[in-house]
Structure formats: structure tokens, C-alpha cells
């Protein structure tokens, strides 16, 4: 072995700690010793506090939030595309005066079926007529020049064409209605030279809930029913005619809607209208009548799609961010080596 010299071994451990500082301070480490990082991380993770635990839940729910909105939000969208529009949509004015003739009585349109038999029900039940040829209905010009102008002069539906008619009713919820029960709407289309078409009658009442529900729901629209915003309605929708086609030659214009209820007791209705639609599908129809059940299953649907999206798209970008930790260690792995076979050959040289 040859001898050491005591100063050029100096030099060379200097020279060696002089790059190596170097090198760390490149790799980003600290000054501390890997040891003293390595209890200060354990120690760190080991006891994080009640903070951070739970501004993680608050961004965990955050997102969740976002995620079920956002899925709501689509299905509401998909809902509306799908549904058909309406064709054509009317106001009601019930009237209850008896002072007013009835369009049938007034010789508007001919006497039906139902008013031949049943006429003291329907002379004091309430009734409401809608033109869907003009803009106004139910009031009476006595000059031509304030009539406007009609929205159409010939039809309003396609010839051939299937439809619906629905007639929508805002009840109150007053004593009267409620002890009313169970009542008929009678509604009857005729043609544009008063031809009648088809007349149906449907049964239906105010619909019920208990005293417990009623105070919930009113507790919850408490303030907007004081300052007006709401009101004290529930909305019944009477379906009165389905796969109604239309007729080529007697297009359909005028529907006469009547209120009958037992022992002749008036319905109060807030307000009203009559709505004409193209014929729902077998989908269309599933998506109308259990309305909450598929949107409870769609938006489901939409929010499961949301997370493996999200999973998937972050798993992607770890993946992604693994080679480049990979190489950095190579890089720095290497470059060690090679300092150290340069260290060496200066110790021998």
C-alpha cells in the first residue's frame, strides 16, 4: 500500500462534500439529514389534526355536490328534449254567475248527448269555453275593429296527426273542495262550423293528504306564502282525450270544458287551461306518468357515470405521472455513479 497524504486526503473529502451539497441542493433536498426528514414526515402523517380531516370531507362533498347537481341538471335536459311541446295551450275562465249563456244554450254549438240528459246539472254547473283559432276568448266584441287579429283561419293541428288534450286545473284548497270529493270534468271539442267532434268525461278530485303532511308543506312554503309568491292550490291534471286524431275535413277549433260535481255543489278552480300535444310514446309515456322513479333512476345513472369518469380520468393522469418519477431517479441515480468513479479517479490519480 502506498502512503496516505494527511492533505490531499483533506482536499479530496472537502472537494467530495463541496458536491454532494451541491447535488442535493439541485435535487431539492433540504439541509437536514434524510433521517431527521424521514421522523418528521412519519411523525407529520401520524397526527394531522381535526382541520385538515375535515376540510378533506367538505371537498369530498363539494364534489359530490357538483356531481349531483350536474347529473340533475342532464336529466332535466334529456327530459326536455325528449318530452314533445305543446301544440296549443288556452286559459279557462270558469264562469259562475249563471248570468252569461252557456255556448250550447247561446246556440253556439248544438246540443249534445250529455245535455239532453243530464240539463239541470249542466244549466248551474260551472263552464268555461276555449277558441283556438282567435287570442281572445270569452268575452264579446260589439265592433269588429277590436277584435284582434285570429292566430290562424284554418287549423291549428296537422290533418291525420294524433294528439292529446289535458285539461289543467289550479284547485284551492278550501272546504268546499275538499268536502266536494270526487267530480267529473266534461270537456267537448267541436269543429270550426260547430260540429262536435268528441266529448269525454273524466272523474277527479283535490288531491289527498294527511294533516301532518299539509303542515310540513306549508311550513316549508311558509314564506312564500306570506308575502304572496305562493299559494294555498294543488294543481290537478285531468287527461280527457288520447289518440285524438285530427280531421281533414272539420278542423278542430273550440273546446267547451264543464265542472260537474255531486248535488250540484260548484268546484272552485283558481285558474285553468286546456292543452293540446302530440301523442306520447311508449318511453314518453313511461317518463310522464312515473315521472319521480325515473328521474331518480336517471340522474343515478348520470352521477355513477360522473365518478368512474372522474376515477378513470385520474387514474389516467397518475399513470401518466409515474415514467417521469421513474427517470428522474434513473437521471439522479446515475449521475451519482458518475461522480463517484470521478471522485475515485482523482484519489488515484
Not at 248527448?113 to 283556438?132: E, G, M, S, Y
Not at 271539442?189 to 277527479?204: P, Q
Not at 317518463?287 to 333512476?297: D, N, R, S
Amino acid at each position: 500500500m502506498r502512503e496516505t497524504d494527511p492533505a490531499a486526503f483533506k482536499a479530496i473529502v472537502h472537494h467530495a462534500t463541496s458536491e454532494a451539497l451541491i447535488k442535493a441542493q439541485a435535487l431539492g433536498f433540504s439541509g437536514h439529514p434524510p433521517v431527521v426528514d424521514n421522523i418528521q414526515t412519519e411523525l407529520g402523517d401520524s397526527f394531522v389534526g381535526i382541520i385538515p380531516v375535515l376540510m378533506k370531507a367538505f371537498k369530498v362533498l363539494l364534489v359530490l355536490m357538483a356531481f349531483f347537481l350536474s347529473s340533475l341538471f342532464l336529466y332535466g335536459l334529456s327530459y326536455v328534449a325528449i318530452m314533445p311541446g305543446s301544440v296549443s295551450v288556452q286559459k279557462l275562465y270558469f264562469d259562475y254567475s249563471g248570468i252569461a249563456s252557456h255556448p250550447v244554450s247561446n246556440q253556439i254549438f248544438p246540443e249534445t248527448h250529455f245535455r239532453k240528459t243530464l240539463p239541470h246539472i249542466l244549466d248551474n254547473a260551472p263552464w268555461a269555453v276555449a277558441d283556438f283559432f282567435s287570442k281572445h276568448s270569452q268575452w264579446e266584441a260589439y265592433n269588429d275593429d277590436t277584435i284582434p287579429a285570429p292566430r290562424t283561419s284554418n287549423r291549428v293541428l296537422k290533418p291525420g296527426g294524433m294528439y292529446q288534450v289535458e285539461v289543467i286545473l289550479d284547485l284551492p284548497q278550501s272546504d268546499i273542495n275538499i268536502m266536494s270529493g270526487v267530480f267529473s270534468v266534461l270537456v267537448e271539442i267541436l269543429s270550426v262550423d260547430g260540429t262536435m267532434l268528441a266529448s269525454s268525461v273524466r272523474s277527479t278530485r283535490i288531491p289527498h293528504e294527511t294533516g301532518w303532511v299539509s303542515t310540513i308543506r306549508k311550513g316549508v312554503l311558509l314564506a312564500p306564502l306570506l308575502v304572496g309568491a305562493a299559494e294555498e292550490t294543488r294543481t290537478v291534471k285531468v287527461p280527457s282525450f288520447r289518440y285524438l286524431v285530427e280531421n281533414e275535413e272539420m278542423p278542430l277549433r273550440y273546446a267547451t270544458v264543464t265542472l260537474l260535481s255531486q248535488e250540484n255543489k260548484p268546484i272552485e278552480v283558481m285558474t285553468g287551461s286546456i292543452l293540446i300535444g302530440e301523442e306520447l310514446s311508449s318511453i314518453q309515456l313511461l317518463m310522464k306518468e312515473w315521472f319521480f322513479t325515473c328521474c331518480a333512476a336517471g340522474t343515478a345513472f348520470i352521477f355513477c357515470t360522473h365518478g368512474i369518469t372522474y376515477l378513470g380520468f385520474m387514474a389516467f393522469l397518475e399513470r401518466q405521472d409515474r415514467p417521469r418519477g421513474d427517470e428522474l431517479s434513473l437521471d439522479s441515480g446515475s449521475d451519482v455513479v458518475s461522480q463517484g468513479n470521478s471522485g475515485e479517479d482523482q484519489v488515484d490519480t
